[in-house]
Every structure is written in C-alpha cells, then in structure tokens.
C-alpha cells in the first residue's frame, strides 16, 4: 500500500457510513476524489553527511526504491525515490568543492524552477537540513541565500529548515540517553541556534523561516538511538504542504512507533497533524468552488447551497472527519 488510495478508500467508508446529512457526505466524498490523484514533490537538500538519507528513512517507509533518473552526470546527482503518490527528490548542498558545488547549484536550480504539467511549481517544498553538530554552517546558508530562496519565486513558503543531529550540537554533551532528550543545557543551546539560524536567514533574504532542531537518530551497532523531535518535523512538513495534497503522506510515514516516541513537549504534534489532514478533506478551500458547483449540477439548488456554504457547514463536520483521521491513525501508528 504505497499511495493514499487506500487511506482514501477507508475515509470514503467511515463517511459513508458516518451520521452526516447526506448532501455533507457528498461533498465530503468529492473532496476525497480530488485528493486522490494528487502528487506531492518534496526536495531535500543539504550538505553532505547533514543526514538527509537517515531523515528520508526515518520519517517515511524505508524501502524506498531507487528510481535514476538517468546517467546524465548533469542530473545524476539528484536521486529520487517514489513512494506512491509521494516523490522524493534527495539532492546533495554545498560543500564539495567549487566545480561540483557549481553543478548543484545548476541542477537545484533547475529542479526549483520546473512546472508540472498544469504549469505550477513541481517543487511544492524544500526541506534544507543543517548539520546541527558543525560549527561552521556558512555553506549551508549560501545554499539558503543564493540557490533556494531566489528560486522559490513568489511564493517563500515553500522553503522548510530543519537543524538536524541535536544530539551531537555539543559534541555530545547534556544528551540525555536514556530519556534520548537534551538535558537543559543542551536544550538552551539549540534553542539559540535555530534562533540565530532564523535570523541570519531573515538578515540575507528577507524570508521568515521558523527553524526547528531534531534527531533523524541513528543505528550503532545493537544499540540504535531513536528520533527526536521527528513528529514535530513531519508536524511542519505536512502543515506546509499545499491542503490539497496533505493525505498523500499518511500512507508514506513510517510504522515503526518508536520512531514518533521522543518530542519536545511545546505543541500536540500528533493532534496537530490530523488537525491538518481532517482540514484538507473537509475544506480544501481552493477546490471549494468547484465541488460547489458540481454539486449545483448533481443536487440542485440544494447543492449548490450547500457548495456555496460549504465552509461554514463543513466546518460543522468536522469533528466528525477527525474522529475518521484519527481511527486511521490510530489503527497505524497506535496514535
Ligand atoms: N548522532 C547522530 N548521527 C546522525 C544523525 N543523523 C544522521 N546521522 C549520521 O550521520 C551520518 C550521515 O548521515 P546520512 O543520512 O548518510 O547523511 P546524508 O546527508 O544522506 O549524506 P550524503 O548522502 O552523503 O550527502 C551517518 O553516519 C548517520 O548515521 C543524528 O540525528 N544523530
Ligand atoms: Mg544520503
């Protein structure tokens, strides 16, 4: 079960079956339609060994196949995984020298300012990953300042920054084993570094990013260390995501619990995240119109009403779609 057909199957059935008034049920359902054809593009970049490969693992089902694309030394060193309707794009950063360092910038480039097939940016987000345990992070923000955000175009939100292996910012220090957390000290550090690595970012482009800092965690031997703060990473990945495409990752993340163990306690990530999910299928505000207007065509005055005051009687309903998301969730990750 690698794309969202059949999370959408299933929610297709919890509403069926639902208490909702049968007109909300239509409309409900021809959301889900819409959804289900979408594809998400996520580009993660960052300089070699920051972790990207170990975030790729961590976050999604980690079989992912290995699809070239082409022996084009041009474009080979972008690699991109298929999940079902989720598509990876593994991109190296800067740092490897000027020649090749050249080549990324091109090949980045070129990636960011690509158009799907109905003329929007294929990218719909890029994920730039800080190797928290460096001291020297200059090269990271060139990579920020001079190759992604001028390509983003108009829309800066597309841009996500992740400061990742906290458990190695102090060298290891006031890491917290066996509760796999900082300890105060630790926590205090990081949380000035995101903050300085916000400000320099602001300072070079203009662009607000709201870093966060995490562990893609890591196997040594027999002892792996779990994740840290990777709810809170997905949280952002999928809270940034375009509404309409935001079910594609629930077939995709990982189901291994221990993965989603361990977060800072600031926020509900998890309820936050089916928050988010409920909110595209019942809303979808940019699809909104035309699931109206279908309605008008299938239902009548009756449905067109209903499309025309979809938000608001939606919003009604959707208590009753997140208790859907949640059973899903809950059947998958034990949620
Ligand atoms: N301690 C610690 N080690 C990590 C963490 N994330 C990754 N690593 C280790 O860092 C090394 C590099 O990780 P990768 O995931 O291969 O990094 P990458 O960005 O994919 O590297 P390239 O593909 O070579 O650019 C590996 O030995 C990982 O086990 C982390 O959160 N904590
Ligand atoms: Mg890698």
């Not at 008034?21 to 409309?27: F, L, Q």
């Not at 790729?56 to 699809?67: E, P, Q, T």
């Not at 040594?220 to 990777?230: A, E, I, M, S, V």
Request: charged fraction near 30%; charge should be negative.
């Amino acid at each position: 079960m690698k794309n969202n057909q059949e999370f959408i199957n299933k929610m297709e059935h919890d509403i069926e079956s639902s208490a909702l008034p049968e007109a909300i049920k239509r409309k409900l359902i021809a959301n889900l339609l819409l959804l289900k054809g979408r594809k998400v593009n996520l580009l993660i970049t960052g300089a070699t060994g920051c972790g990207k490969s170990s975030t790729i693992n961590a976050l999604f089902d980690a079989d992912v196949s290995k699809v070239g694309v082409g022996v084009d030394p041009e474009t080979m060193d972008i690699e991109r995984y298929e999940l079902g309707n989720l598509i990876l794009w593994d991109s190296p950063g800067l740092g490897d020298g000027k020649e090749a360092d050249n080549r990324h910038a091109r090949n980045l480039t070129k990636k960011l300012l690509e158009r799907d097939s109905d003329g929007n940016p294929l990218i719909d987000l890029v994920l730039v990953i800080l190797d928290g345990s460096s001291r020297d992070m200059g090269t990271s923000f060139e990579l920020i300042s001079n190759v992604i955000v001028p390509n983003l175009g108009e829309d800066k939100g597309r841009i996500l920054v992740a400061v990742n292996q906290a458990d190695m910012a102090m060298k290891g220090r006031g890491w917290d084993r066996e509760n796999n957390k900082p300890e105060p000290e630790l926590e205090s550090f990081l949380e000035e570094k995101v903050e300085s690595v916000k400000r320099r970012i602001k300072e070079s482009t203009g662009v607000d990013v709201d870093p966060i800092y995490y562990s893609a965690g890591y196997k040594d031997g027999d002892k792996p260390q779990r994740p840290y703060n990777l709810t809170k990473l997905l949280y952002q990945i999928i809270h940034y995501t375009p509404k309409e495409k935001r079910t594609i990752y629930v077939n995709n993340i990982n189901r291994k619990r221990e993965m989603w163990k361990d977060d800072d306690e600031l926020k509900d990530y998890r309820n936050s995240i089916m928050d988010d999910i409920a909110e595209s299928i019942s809303e979808c505000a940019d699809i909104g119109a035309d699931v109206g207007e279908s309605l008008g065509s299938c239902f009548g005055s009756f449905g067109r009403a209903v499309g025309r005051f979809g938000g608001r009687i939606i919003g009604g309903a959707f208590g009753a779609i997140k208790s859907c998301v949640k059973s899903v969730f809950g059947g998958l990750f034990g949620w």
